[in-house]
């Protein structure tokens, strides 16, 4: 008889400080690697959310931009308004019976327009007063003045016998002195059509005018405009 084989003896198992098989390191990396993409993925989203609120915000930023700087161009600003020329007609003061003051000029008023738009004025008026107080006002019809130009408007004074008792005494030294100072103040008001838009400018200038009663001469004046 055939004597039987004794069975193959089993390799002894690993101990467990012995270091893994090959394929059980390559899946341990896997699952880390895994693990490491898992918590990435939000930080990359995040990224692209705030990079693509970057690019709205900048075409949004720069319209605006562009919007107030057109809206401050063409924004209307009031007229400048200055004496181009006063020309003396007649003045003469009486004492008896009281103190009584007779004017007469011509008075030329310039008006620039500093807008893009045509500039539609309603009426010139022009007061004159004495020492602050006073003596009556002029006012001249209106017009238009074209866009960024140039308009002169005419204004005839015209003050017969205005009665000044306040400032008699001053006025008797102002003639003794060969100067009487008088205030004159020329307002233009209006409006600018922007699109359909009907904004209200107003322009201002105010001068004092030194007038020697003797020769119908001026001696020298004084302007400057007012806000």
Same mark, same amino acid.
């Given at each position: ?7 193959? *003896? ?10 893994? /098989?090959?394929?059980?390191? *390559?899946?341990?990396?896997?699952? =880390?690697?895994?693990?490491?993409? +898992? ?15 970057? $690019? ?22 009031? /007229?400048? +308004?200055?004496? *181009? ?5 007649? &003045? ?6 009281? &103190? ?8 030329? %008023? !310039? %008006? ?5 738009? =045509?500039?539609?004025?309603? !009426?010139?008026? +022009? ?9 009556? $006002? %002029? ?5 238009? &003045? ?26 008797? @030294? ?12 020329? @307002?233009? @008001? ?10 209200? &400018? ?6 004092? %005018? ?8 001026? +001696? ?6 007012? *806000?």
């Amino acid at each position: 008889m055939a004597k039987a084989q004794p069975p193959p *003896a089993r390799e002894p198992l690993l101990p467990s400080s012995a270091s893994p /098989p090959p394929y059980l390191d *390559a899946r341990a990396g896997a699952d =880390a690697n895994a693990d490491s993409y +898992v918590l990435l993925v939000p930080v990359r989203l995040r990224r692209l959310r705030r990079g693509c609120r970057c $690019r709205c915000l900048g075409p949004l930023l720069s319209t605006l931009a562009l919007l107030s700087l057109a809206g401050f161009l063409l924004w209307p600003a009031d /007229p400048d +308004v200055s004496v *181009a020329r006063l020309r003396l007609a007649h &003045v003469s003061v009486s004492a008896r019976p009281t &103190v009584r003051v007779t004017i007469s000029a011509a008075l030329k %008023v !310039r %008006v620039r327009n500093p807008d893009l738009f =045509a500039l539609d004025y309603g !009426r010139l008026d +022009v007061d004159i007063g004495y020492r602050g107080a006073p003596l009556g $006002r %002029v006012t001249s019809g209106g017009g238009r &003045v074209r866009a960024r130009a140039v308009s002169y408007i005419d204004a005839n004074l015209s003050l017969d016998g205005i009665s000044v008792v306040e400032d008699a005494i001053y006025l008797l @030294e102002d003639l003794a002195r060969g100067s009487v100072p008088f205030d004159t103040v020329a @307002e233009v @008001e209006g409006h600018v059509h922007l699109f359909f838009l009907s904004i209200p &400018v107003k322009g201002r200038i105010s001068c004092v %005018v030194h007038i020697n009663p003797h020769n119908q001469t001026i +001696v020298h004046q004084d302007c400057y405009p007012e *806000a």
